[in-house]
C-alpha cells in the first residue's frame, strides 16, 4: 500500500467519523395534528410566532396541538425552530409549552462480563398551537 492511498484512507475514516458523532447527537420527531371543528387558516411566517413557556392570559383560539419527541440533547433554538414552523402551518401567532417531560428507561443486557445496566433518555415536549383573537 503506497503512503498515498494510506493517506485517503485516513482522511476518508476521518471523515465518516466526524459525520457520525454530529448527526448521530440528537433526533426530533414531529406529530401535528389540527383541532376539529377549528377553522383553517391559511400558514403564518414561522418568524413571527411567539413560543411562550406556559399559557397566556390573552383571548385565543387554539389551533391544534404539537408533540415533539426527542432523542439526545440537541440545543434549545432547534426546538424552538421546529414549534415554530409546526405552528406557522397552522396559521399561528403564538405556542405555549403544555407539556415537557422526560422519560428514562432502564436497559439491562448481558455481555461477556455479565449483566449490564443503563438508561434510555427520551423528552416528549406537548404544544398548543393558538391564533390571538
Not at 458523532?21 to 440528537?26: D, E, R, V, W
Not at 415537557?100 to 436497559?107: E, F, G, Q, S
Amino acid at each position: 500500500m503506497s503512503i498515498g492511498s494510506a493517506r485517503k484512507i485516513a482522511i476518508g475514516a476521518l471523515i465518516m467519523a466526524a459525520a457520525l458523532i454530529l448527526c448521530g447527537c440528537a433526533s426530533i420527531t414531529e406529530n401535528t395534528h389540527a383541532y376539529l371543528g377549528v377553522p383553517h387558516l391559511a400558514p403564518t411566517n414561522p418568524n413571527s410566532v411567539q413560543v411562550f413557556a406556559s399559557e397566556p392570559k390573552q383571548p385565543k383560539l387554539r389551533l391544534g396541538e404539537i408533540i415533539l419527541s426527542v432523542e439526545g440533547n440537541p440545543p434549545r433554538q432547534k426546538l424552538e425552530d421546529r414549534l415554530k414552523a409546526a405552528a406557522a402551518q397552522l396559521g399561528a401567532d403564538g405556542v405555549f409549552i403544555a407539556g415537557d417531560r422526560t422519560h428514562i428507561y432502564p436497559l439491562v443486557y448481558w455481555d461477556w462480563w455479565g449483566p449490564q445496566t443503563s438508561e434510555d433518555w427520551h423528552r416528549i415536549i406537548v404544544a398548543v398551537a393558538f391564533k390571538s383573537q
